[in-house]
């Protein structure tokens, strides 16, 4: 098994990591742009082999596509991350034109690949995917919703003081500080609903948290996380090639479902080795609809730059 990432920085080198340290491929690339960079970061990490005991080759590369022919799996994080005080959609301009290169240049040397999208603002790119590519729409998954489901739990794990791994929580909708949408209604520790374990207004500031949990590293560290990110991207891939069928939300192309078509949204799908197989529709009350509405409109604002700059 084979799988490429594209783009060595701080989110593609830290998801190559963990896909290296669970030994989810024999053969690793990780592709950049920038001279020597992707080599650089590939020697570093195969130098934790010995020390982590993991078999994965990983192989850096300078724009060589012909180097990752027969993945399996490509996940694309390259693109400028997000600068304070820069929005998710500011960034459209750059990464839509990089997005597309890089993945048809994916395509053409690894034509059955699932194509994880991560460049910002992800909703779109996701989208810029599925219409430019031609491929199934099960084989293009955008990660944002893993991310901020994982956010959502640890802030949820904070307010209750328990451990995050004993919770269930996820959030559907855009991946923009405004556009996601924590299901606060349908968290669970270990099976009892949140919303019988703290008071309103302690769900609502998790809520809060949660939406902004991107600008508040962002502030803090002075450009995008990397950790969690790459950690999420990884978790989808295992899911992929392990075939393990787990319930992750993704940007996912609905035709429909939820009560919206031709846009790609976060929502819960079942994870396994065709790429997104099946969206779980969890009924969603009438403010919770109104939001995803909403949230649908944003981004469909967004996508509209795709059609002036003759994207799609
Ligand atoms: N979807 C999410 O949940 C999520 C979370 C965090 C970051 N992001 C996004 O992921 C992207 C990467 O973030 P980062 O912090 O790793 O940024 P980074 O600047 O550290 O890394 C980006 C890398 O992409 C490379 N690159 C640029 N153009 C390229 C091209 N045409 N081909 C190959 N490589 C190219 C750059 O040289 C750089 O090494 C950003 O768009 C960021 O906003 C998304």
Same mark, same amino acid.
């Given at each position: 098994?084979?799988?490429?990432?594209?783009?060595? #920085?701080?989110?593609?080198?830290?998801?190559?990591?963990?896909?290296?340290?669970?030994?989810?491929?024999?053969?690793?690339?990780?592709?950049?742009?920038?001279?020597?960079?992707?080599?650089?970061?590939?020697?570093?990490?195969?130098?934790?082999?010995?020390?982590?005991?993991?078999?994965?080759?990983?192989?850096?590369?300078?724009?060589? =596509? &012909?180097?990752?022919? #027969?993945?399996?799996?490509?996940?694309?994080?390259?693109?400028?991350?997000?600068?304070?005080?820069? !929005?998710?959609?500011?960034?459209?301009?750059?990464?839509?034109?990089?997005?597309?290169?890089?993945?048809?240049?994916? +395509?053409?040397?690894?034509?059955?690949?699932?194509?994880?999208?991560?460049?910002?603002?992800?909703?779109?790119?996701?989208?810029?995917? +599925?219409?430019?590519?031609?491929?199934?729409?099960?084989?293009?998954?955008?990660?944002?919703?893993?991310?901020?489901?994982?956010?959502?739990?640890?802030?949820? &794990?904070?307010?209750?003081?328990?451990?995050?791994?004993?919770?269930?929580?996820?959030?559907?909708?855009?991946?923009?500080?405004? !556009?996601?949408?924590?299901?606060?209604?349908?968290?669970? =520790?270990?099976?009892?609903?949140? !919303?019988?374990?703290?008071?309103?207004?302690?769900?609502?500031?998790?809520?809060?948290?949660?939406?902004?949990?991107?600008?508040?590293?962002?502030?803090?560290?002075?450009?995008?996380?990397?950790?969690?990110?790459?950690?999420?991207?990884?978790?989808?891939?295992?899911?992929?090639?392990?075939?393990?069928?787990?319930?992750?939300?993704?940007?996912? &192309?609905?035709?429909?479902?939820?009560?919206?078509?031709?846009?790609?949204?976060?929502?819960?799908?079942?994870?396994?080795?065709? #790429?997104?197989?099946?969206?779980?529709?969890?009924?969603?009350?009438?403010?919770?609809?109104?939001?995803?509405?909403?949230?649908?409109?944003?981004?469909?604002?967004?996508?509209?730059?795709?059609?002036?700059?003759?994207?799609?």
């Amino acid at each position: 098994m084979k799988i490429t990432v594209v783009g060595a #920085g701080a989110v593609g080198a830290t998801c190559a990591d963990n896909i290296a340290r669970k030994e989810l491929a024999e053969e690793l690339i990780l592709l950049d742009i920038k001279e020597g960079f992707a080599e650089g970061k590939a020697i570093d990490m195969m130098q934790t082999a010995t020390l982590l005991g993991f078999d994965t080759k990983i192989k850096g590369v300078t724009n060589d =596509y &012909s180097q990752t022919a #027969g993945s399996a799996v490509a996940v694309i994080t390259s693109g400028l991350p997000r600068k304070p005080g820069m !929005t998710r959609e500011e960034l459209i301009g750059i990464n839509a034109g990089i997005v597309k290169g890089v993945a048809e240049n994916i +395509l053409k040397y690894s034509p059955d690949a699932i194509i994880i999208v991560i460049s910002n603002p992800m909703d779109t790119m996701t989208y810029l995917a +599925l219409k430019s590519l031609g491929l199934p729409k099960n084989r293009i998954i955008g990660m944002g919703g893993t991310l901020d489901s994982a956010r959502f739990k640890y802030y949820l &794990s904070v307010a209750l003081n328990c451990n995050s791994n004993d919770l269930q929580g996820f959030v559907i909708g855009g991946h923009g500080d405004t !556009t996601m949408i924590p299901l606060t209604r349908y968290a669970t =520790y270990q099976s009892l609903p949140v !919303t019988e374990l703290l008071d309103q207004e302690t769900l609502d500031k998790v809520a809060a948290d949660t939406m902004v949990g991107g600008a508040t590293l962002t502030g803090l560290l002075g450009t995008s996380a990397w950790y969690a990110p790459g950690a999420a991207g990884a978790a989808l891939v295992e899911s992929i090639v392990r075939d393990e069928k787990k319930l992750f939300t993704c940007c996912v &192309s609905l035709e429909g479902e939820y009560g919206q078509s031709d846009i790609c949204l976060g929502v819960p799908v079942i994870v396994g080795r065709n #790429g997104w197989e099946t969206i779980i529709d969890y009924k969603l009350n009438e403010s919770e609809q109104a939001s995803f509405n909403k949230s649908a409109d944003a981004v469909r604002a967004m996508n509209a730059v795709l059609a002036e700059m003759k994207l799609v």
